[in-house]
C-alpha cells in the first residue's frame, strides 16, 4: 500500500521499521486484542500524530475512524486538510502513545520494532531484549 485516504484527499505512506504491539485486550473491550501497527500522521504545525490499525490494515482507517468523533474534530480536521504523509511510528512515538493511553497499555503482551523484541520497562520504556 503506498497511500490512503484521509477526508477527500489522498495521503502518501511511507515505508520503514513497523513498531508491532500484541495486546491481550483494551480499553473498549476484548476485541482490542491481537497485534496492532502503529502509525504517525506527518503535517505542519503539530508535527505529527500518532495512531494504531489492526496488523496489515490500511493505517488510514484510525484517522478516518475520527471523522464526527466527540473531542477528534480538530485533530481529524487537520489530518484531512494537512497531512503531508503516513509513516510507521518510532520507538519512541509508540512510548508516548503507551504513556498517554495507560488504560490500553496495561494489556500489552508484547512489542517489536523491526522484528527486534523489545521489553518493558517502567513508565512503558522500551528496550532491546
Not at 3 to 16: A, Q, V
Not at 57 to 64: A, I, M, V
Request: proline residues 5%.
Amino acid at each position: 500500500m503506498d497511500k490512503t485516504t484521509i477526508g477527500s484527499r489522498e495521503i502518501p505512506i511511507k515505508g520503514g521499521a513497523k513498531t508491532m504491539v500484541r495486546f491481550s485486550g483494551g480499553k473498549g473491550a476484548p476485541q482490542e486484542a491481537g497485534e496492532w501497527e502503529f502509525w504517525t500522521v506527518v503535517g505542519p504545525e503539530r508535527g505529527g500524530d500518532i495512531g494504531r490499525c489492526r496488523a496489515g490494515g490500511d493505517p488510514g482507517e484510525r484517522w478516518r475512524r475520527m471523522e464526527g468523533a466527540k473531542g477528534y474534530e480538530k485533530l481529524y480536521a487537520w489530518a484531512a486538510s494537512a497531512a503531508h504523509y503516513m509513516r510507521p511510528a518510532s520507538a519512541a512515538e509508540v512510548e508516548v502513545w503507551l504513556n498517554k493511553n495507560q488504560k490500553d497499555a496495561r494489556f500489552v503482551e508484547s512489542v517489536e520494532v523491526d522484528g527486534q523484541e523489545m521489553t518493558i520497562a517502567a513508565k512503558y520504556r522500551l528496550r532491546p531484549k
